[in-house]
């Protein structure tokens, strides 16, 4: 077993304001670690957030910096004419010898950003409101980055999003069934199976490649504590090339429904109209200057698509035993598969009504 890794000794590094006086794990990330730090200066206290990126599943933590450098301070430029333009693009924390992350003694690499401050992340959207501010800000996103000047940001996980790989990827963890697990899971395979057909759609769809965020959970947007609006759009490892609806699939997946993505009573789990109506809306009034006809028209589908994409990957890893995804419970990963399984049923009821207001909303 490796050891688990120093965030005090990486704390060390940055140069943040005044002393250390606590560091403390923070947020329900599945991939990286997250710590909120915080420094005590003559005034009021300074906080900051220091993460360990996770090199099993960025295997170029080099990569991913560079494409964060990049995108951060284009984000940056465009929020300078902003109201409170300082809180509108994560920006990183230099180490004392001046680098944007530094690498460990274990070759561990850490990064740091200002902690934006009076706003927060939530694990299921609420309101209408929420939703078409999330889809709003993510959409901004998109549109800010399609001037990002060459060269093209790094692929920091090749194939993310390529739905078919994905599919192959579960076919192989069933054949193999390292951890005995492909008897109790068969309903889900099964699922899976009976959908394949879906996998291949939006790739041969001939759509644009843009930039895209590709982790568009509504927990990587903060939400202003007074006005509820939509600050800052986070979590930047996945930032590179993709398709628009990699995207808004993923908000589909994560704002319509009540539930949390690791519910074990499915009957709160349901695509809710109302909520998808406010992430078209919200999505349509920034992203709506540049998408184009073909990407309006599988708005839906892409929902329905990357919430059974990622019931897949969940589902592939507990057949593999629990390598890629943190789990904190027996079975967590195939809960979190049957809850996107169950919402991928719910879309597919609704799916018609879906299509027919994105075209009311599109003419
Ligand atoms: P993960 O990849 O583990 O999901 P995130 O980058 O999304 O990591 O960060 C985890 C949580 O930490 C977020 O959900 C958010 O609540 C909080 N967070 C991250 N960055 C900031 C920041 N700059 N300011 C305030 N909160 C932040
Ligand atoms: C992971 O790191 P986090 O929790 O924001 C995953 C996403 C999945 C998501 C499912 C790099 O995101 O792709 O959609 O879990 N990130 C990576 O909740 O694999
Ligand atoms: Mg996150």
Redo the contacts with the bound molecule.
């Keep these: 077993m490796s050891s688990p890794p120093d965030a005090r000794a990486a704390a060390s590094q940055f140069e943040f304001r005044g002393e250390v006086s606590a560091i403390v794990p923070h947020g329900?990330?599945?991939?990286?670690d997250t710590y909120l730090v915080t420094c005590q200066t003559q005034g009021a206290p300074v906080r900051y957030i220091l993460q360990h990126i996770n090199r099993h599943?960025f295997r170029d933590p080099v990569a991913v910096m560079q494409n964060v450098e990049r995108v951060t301070a284009h984000l940056a430029a465009q929020a300078t004419n902003q109201h409170d333009g300082e809180r509108r693009a994560l920006q990183l924390i230099p180490t004392h010898d001046g680098r944007d992350w530094q690498v460990d003694a274990q070759g561990e690499t850490w990064r740091a950003y200002r902690f934006i401050e009076n706003a927060r992340t939530y694990e299921t959207a609420t309101s209408t409101e929420q939703a078409f501010q999330a889809a709003r800000a993510f959409g901004r996103f998109q549109q800010q980055l399609s001037t990002l000047p060459p060269p093209r940001l790094h692929e920091t996980?090749p194939d993310?999003h390529n739905t078919p790989k994905r599919f192959a990827a579960l076919e192989a963890a069933i054949a193999a069934d390292v951890a005995g697990r492909a008897a109790v899971a068969k309903p889900e395979i099964d699922f899976a199976r009976a959908h394949e057909s879906i996998t291949g759609i939006l790739l041969d769809a001939g759509l644009p490649e843009r930039i895209t965020h590709?982790?568009t959970?509504f927990?990587?947007v903060l939400l202003d504590d007074k006005t509820g609006e939509a600050v800052c759009v986070i979590?930047l490892?996945?930032v590179m090339p993709g398709l628009a609806l990699y995207d808004f699939g993923?908000m589909v997946r994560t704002t319509t429904s009540p539930a949390a993505?690791d519910e074990q009573d499915l009957s709160k789990v349901a695509m809710q109209f109302p909520m998808f109506e406010a992430l078209v809306r919200g999505y349509l009034e920034s992203a709506g200057v540049f998408l184009t006809p073909a990407e309006r028209k599988y708005l839906a589908f892409s929902g329905k698509l990357i919430t059974f994409e990622?019931g897949i990957?969940f589902l592939t890893d507990y057949l593999a035993g629990d390598t890629?995804?943190k789990v904190h419970r027996e079975r967590h990963n195939l809960d979190r598969c049957r809850t996107q399984f169950k919402l991928v049923e719910s879309i597919e009821r609704q799916e018609e009504e879906m299509n027919r207001l994105v075209e009311s909303l599109t003419r």
């Design positions: 329900n990330g599945h991939i990286n599943v996980i993310f590709n982790d959970k927990n990587n979590d490892d996945t993923d993505e990622i990957r890629y995804f």
